[in-house]
């Protein structure tokens, strides 16, 4: 693969090098929850979430939660912090069984 040199505006424009954005994947597993202890871990998760200026995209099933998360700041990126938050913030959700937390990667080059 060559190394193509782009402007520092296209950089930005197509998110690359210093405009790269980070993010984390999240994933979670619980026993069978009803439709309400359902919407009581949706309304903790998006408290926790907006708490710390996060954005996630994802979905809950029956038994499982997976999402990406990455920061709802234009240009900025999820932390090493942000990822320890959810570790303390899994933690303390006893309704879970198991969680698990990626690395931060780049959220434009998930493929």
Not at 7 to 20: G, P, Q
Not at 62 to 67: H, I, Q, T, V
Not at 92 to 101: A, H, N, P, Q
Request: net charge negative.
């Amino acid at each position: 693969m060559t190394d193509i040199k782009r402007s520092r505006r296209l950089r930005k424009k197509l998110y690359l090098d210093e405009f790269a954005v980070k993010g984390f994947e999240i994933s979670a597993t619980y026993e069978r929850l009803n439709p309400a202890e359902m919407d009581q871990l949706m309304e903790k998760l998006i408290d926790f979430v907006e708490s710390h200026d996060l954005c996630i995209g994802g979905g809950m099933g029956s038994k499982e939660m997976a999402y990406f998360v990455t920061s709802n700041l234009r240009f900025d990126s999820a932390t090493q912090q942000n990822r320890l938050a959810f570790e303390e913030w899994f933690k303390g959700v006893t309704m879970l069984t198991d969680f698990s937390i990626g690395e931060l990667v780049d959220a434009n080059d998930l493929g």
